[in-house]
C-alpha cells in the first residue's frame, strides 16, 4: 500500500464516496427527497428545533442528519451533492476509526486491512446511496465500543467521556438505538469477562459523569422540542367510548 497505508486507504475511501456523491442517481423520490427537503427547511425558516416537512413538523427523526445537511448547504449551495456529504464525510471517519480500532486491538498491520476491507464494502457503499444516518450511526457506535475498551485498559477521564459523547451523538442522530447498541455490548462484554460486578470497572468506566455528558449533549434538543411542540391530548374526548 506505499509507505503510509493509512493515507492510501482513507484516499481510496475519498475516492469512493466523495466521487460518488456526485454520480448518479440525485436524490430519489421518498427518504432521500424528505430529508434534503427537510434540511432545505430548516435552513430557509432558521428553525433549528423543529423538523418541518410541507409546513408540518415532523419529529418522528432525531435532527442531527437534518443540522449536518443544512450546515453543507448554507457552505455550498442547495444542491443534491451538498447534501451528500455529510454523509460521505461519515464513512470516511468510521474508515479511519476502523483502521485506529483495528490498529489498537490487533497491532499496526491490522489497521490499513480492516480499513480496506470497510472502505470497500459494497453494503456500506449502497447505504451511502440513500440519505439515511446509519452509517454515520456506525461511526458513534464504532467509537463508542472502542472508547469503552480503552477506558477498560487505561482509566482515566477522557475514554468514558469519549464513550458517552459517542452515544450521545447517536441519540440525536438515531434516537435510543445508538444507546442500547453500545451500553448492551459494553454489559455483555462485561459479563463474560467477568468484569460486571467488580467495583474497578465502574471506577473506570464513571457512569455518573457519563450519564451526564450524554445528557448534556442529547437533553436540550429533547426538551426544546417537547417545549415547543407538546403532545396533543384531546380530553374531550374522555368518557365518550364509554357511552
Not at 460486578?197 to 417537547?226: F, Q
Not at 403532545?231 to 364509554?242: E, N
Request: aromatic share 10%.
Amino acid at each position: 500500500m506505499g509507505r503510509n497505508p493509512r493515507l492510501t486507504v482513507l484516499a481510496c475511501a475519498i475516492a469512493i464516496y466523495f466521487g460518488c456523491i456526485v454520480s448518479p442517481p440525485g436524490l430519489m423520490d421518498d427518504v432521500d427527497a424528505v430529508q434534503a427537503q427537510i434540511a432545505r427547511n430548516m435552513l430557509q425558516s432558521g428553525d433549528w428545533v423543529t423538523a418541518r416537512l410541507n409546513g408540518i413538523a415532523y419529529l418522528e427523526k432525531s435532527p442531527l442528519i437534518y443540522w449536518m445537511m443544512a450546515v453543507s448547504m448554507r457552505i455550498f449551495g442547495p444542491h443534491d451533492w451538498a447534501a451528500r456529504i455529510p454523509l460521505a464525510l461519515g464513512v470516511v471517519l468510521l474508515v479511519y476509526c476502523t483502521m485506529r480500532f483495528s490498529a489498537w486491538a490487533f497491532g499496526e498491520s491490522a489497521g490499513p486491512n480492516s480499513g480496506l476491507v470497510m472502505a470497500t464494502c459494497i453494503g456500506l457503499w449502497l447505504f451511502t446511496r440513500i440519505q439515511i444516518p446509519d452509517a454515520i450511526l456506525t461511526l458513534t457506535i464504532t467509537i463508542a465500543m472502542w472508547t469503552f475498551l480503552r477506558a477498560l485498559e487505561e482509566g482515566g477521564t477522557l475514554w468514558p467521556a469519549l464513550f458517552a459523547a459517542a452515544i450521545g451523538v447517536g441519540l440525536l442522530l438515531k434516537g435510543l438505538i445508538a444507546a442500547v447498541f453500545p451500553v448492551a455490548g459494553a454489559l455483555l462484554y462485561l459479563a463474560i469477562t467477568r468484569q460486571l460486578l467488580r467495583r474497578e470497572t465502574w471506577r473506570k468506566l464513571r457512569p455518573l459523569s457519563s450519564a451526564g455528558i450524554v445528557l448534556l449533549i442529547a437533553a436540550p434538543w429533547h426538551v426544546l422540542a417537547t417545549l415547543r411542540n407538546p403532545p396533543y391530548f384531546d380530553f374531550t374526548k374522555i368518557g365518550r367510548a364509554h357511552v
